[in-house]
Every structure is written in C-alpha cells, then in structure tokens.
T-cell receptor, first 113, second 108 residues
Framework: EAQVTQNPRYLITVTGKKLTVTCSQN?????MSWYRQDPGLGLRQIYY???????DKGDVPEGYKVSRKEKRNFPLILESPSPNQTSLYFC????????????FGPGTRLTVT | LAKTTQPISMDSYEGQEVNITCSHN???????ITWYQQFPSQGPRFIIQ???TKVTNEVASLFIPADRKSSTLSLPRVSLSDTAVYYC?????????FGAGTTVTVRA
C-alpha cells in the first residue's frame, strides 16, 4: 500500500531535549516536505527536499533541521525544542514537487513543556 | 508563488451543492490549481487539480474561467461527511504553504 508514515504519532517532551520525528514514503517520490499546523494558520511549510541531499527552507524553518540521505526518508530534527514548537506536524511526499499531488502522513502531535 | 484568497467558512445542508471560489489574481502561466480536503487531526487529501476550463472526477468539479484569476470547487450533493476544511493552492514550485482554507460545515 502506497503510504507516508510518521513516528511517533504523539510526543510529549521538555524544553531543550533533542528529538527526531521520522518520515518515510514507499512511493519512490522525489519531493518531500514538512509542515506544521496551528489553529487558524493552516499548514505552514518548514522544510522541503527536491531529492536526495537537496533540501531548502520553507516559510517557518527556525528551530528545525532536516536531512535527506535516502530517497524514502526525511526526518525532522528539533535540536532544542521550545514550547512555541508545540504543534501538529505533517510530512508529505509527491512525485516531483509541490504542484504534484502530495500524499500526507498521519501527523505527529508534539507537546513541548 | 501566487497567493490565494478563499472564504473562511461556509455552511450548507445535506444534499445541496457547495461551491467554493478561490481568487488567485497573480497566477503564473505554468501554474496549476489544486484543491485539498482536510478532516480534523488528519493530513490533507488531494481532491482535484486543473489548468483551465473544467475538470471533473468522482468527488468534485473544478471550474476555471479563461483568465484563470479565480477557480471554483464544486461539491455536488454534500453529506455530513463532507464537513472539512478545503484548501486552494496555486503553483508548481517546491515551496508551498497552505492558507487557512475554507471550513465547510454540512448540517442535517
């Protein structure tokens, strides 16, 4: 089954404790992207990747890191999480870019205390 | 990247047709128009995409006038399960954020 998976689905952590949210797709897609969703703000793009080893900033990259060492995986790293990063995070992938149909993961609800 | 403007919310009743209009005055020649649907606590799901005139699939229709400065998503005979947020997106670039979308509430 074609899908995007994220782990963990729920995470409660404390300020400053590094964490990684994993994202994996099994569709051989070139493009992957991370979004955060906050009430009333829609989905804002954090980082995206056009292909392996090629990443770039979205609209809200501060406080986040990403890497794309393999085509299928695109982890999101929070080196020193802060309470303002409490949010619902979605990973997505598409064949080539944001203009193609994007497939979204189930989401990761992160709470930073 | 073209910005889009769509209504914040719309109410409807079961069995009615819902039309959501999205404005994108600065759409570029190569841009496609894409609509997504999102249920609470789920990731958005692709509904339909078009470039010009009319596109129809099993879920919705998309109407795009000749000047392409707006588009209308049409949901025929909605049911309670169509209550969701609908996003209009324009562009074919790599950098893309979703706006707040249109919250459609379908009542019995």
């Amino acid at each position: 089954e074609a899908q995007v998976t994220q782990n963990p689905r729920y995470l409660i952590t404390v300020t400053g404790k590094k964490l990684t949210v994993t994202c994996s797709q099994n569709m051989n897609h070139e493009y992957m992207s991370w979004y955060r969703q906050d009430p009333g703000l829609g989905l804002r793009q954090i980082y995206y990747s056009m292909n392996v080893e090629v990443t770039d900033k979205g609209d809200v990259p501060e406080g986040y890191k990403v890497s794309r060492k393999e085509k299928r995986n695109f982890p999101l790293i929070l080196e020193s999480p802060s309470p303002n990063q409490t949010s619902l995070y979605f990973c997505a992938s598409s064949l080539r870019g944001a203009g193609y149909e994007q497939y979204f993961g189930p989401g990761t609800r992160l709470t930073v205390t | 990247l073209a910005k889009t403007t769509q209504p914040i919310s719309m109410d409807s009743y079961e069995g009615q047709e819902v039309n959501i209009t999205c404005s994108h005055n600065n759409i570029a020649t190569n841009d496609y128009i894409t609509w997504y649907q999102q249920f609470p606590s789920q990731g958005p799901r692709f509904i339909i995409q078009g470039y010009k005139t009319k596109v129809t699939n099993e879920v919705a229709s998309l109407f795009i006038p000749a000047d392409r400065k707006s588009s209308t998503l049409s949901l025929p005979r909605v049911s309670l399960s169509d209550t969701a947020v609908y996003y209009c997106l324009v562009g074919e670039d790599y950098k893309l954020s979703f706006g707040a979308g249109t919250t459609v509430t379908v009542r019995a």
